[in-house]
């Protein structure tokens, strides 16, 4: 079982243009495409609404359902949980749909 980190006294939820999203997606993980979700160990979320336009319905999900699921990913990391491995992305796929509901 994933140890879970406790999660930061203070967080802050961040909602940025897809421009802003791909300067700190670029900078933090050396990818220029706009992100949907940037976690930081500091407590900071950052969400690219424009991202959930463009996948929710891809995803089967309301708009409301897609920004949801991006916040609940970031708190996921923030609590510790990876999705790196197959595994990690499907634990991680699971609690934020079991969240989500």
């Known amino acids: ?4 980190r406790k999660l930061p006294r203070g967080l802050e939820f ?3 243009s897809p421009t802003e999203s791909s300067r700190l997606h670029l900078r ?11 976690a930081f160990h500091h407590g900071e979320i950052v969400v690219c609404p424009a ?3 463009q996948l929710h319905r891809m995803h089967r999900l309301t708009l409301r359902e897609e920004i ?5 990913h970031g708190l996921l990391h923030l609590a510790g949980y ?6 990690g992305a499907a634990t991680m796929r699971r ?3 079991k969240l989500r509901k």
């Open 1 to 4: 079982m994933e140890r879970v």
């Open 28 to 38: 933090f993980s050396g990818d220029s495409t706009p992100a949907d979700v940037l």
């Open 95 to 97: 609690l934020q749909s």
């Open 68 to 72: 949801l699921t991006y916040l609940l």
């Open 51 to 53: 991202v959930a336009v």
């Open 14 to 16: 961040v909602f940025v």
């Open 82 to 87: 990876r999705d790196h491995s197959p595994k």
